[in-house]
Nanobody
Framework: RVQLEESGGGAVPSGGSLRLSCVTS????????MTWFRQVPGQEREGVAG???????VYTDSVKGRFTVSRDNDKTTLYLEMTNLKPEDTAMYYC???????????????????WGQGTQVTVSS
């Protein structure tokens, strides 16, 4: 059974930091692209940061230089280090998995097979 479980969310002031984790099981993690998405109620889901099976990364423009995505294949865990957080980063954050048949990371949600339940990040001004 496939499982993706996010943790590490919380409420922080503007300029603060958080580290999200996504612990996975039930699929061959090292062969999968992994991506963090976020969504605010009433808005479209947004791809934030992705990493492919070889460790190549991609970020949406608004988080470049502030967020870092990484993975530990031995622990089958995905991470998102978030620094200098802004109120506009407030959202539910989800991790998602897609078999790496493209050979590159992706921020496009429609292609992902497996999703977690999300962890809430709230940044106050």
């Amino acid at each position: 059974r496939v499982q993706l479980e996010e943790s590490g969310g919380g409420a922080v002031p503007s300029g603060g930091s958080l580290r999200l984790s996504c612990v996975t099981s039930g699929f061959y993690f090292s062969r999968y692209c992994m991506t963090w998405f976020r969504q605010v109620p009433g808005q479209e889901r947004e791809g934030v940061a992705g990493i492919d099976s070889r460790g190549h990364t991609v970020y949406t423009d608004s988080v470049k230089g502030r967020f870092t995505v990484s993975r530990d294949n031995d622990k089958t865990t995905l991470y998102l280090e978030m620094t200098n957080l802004k109120p506009e980063d407030t959202a539910m954050y989800y991790c998602a998995a897609m078999e790496d048949y493209r050979g590159s990371p992706s921020l496009s949600g429609g292609q992902f097979e497996y999703w977690g339940q999300g962890t809430q990040v709230t940044v106050s001004s």
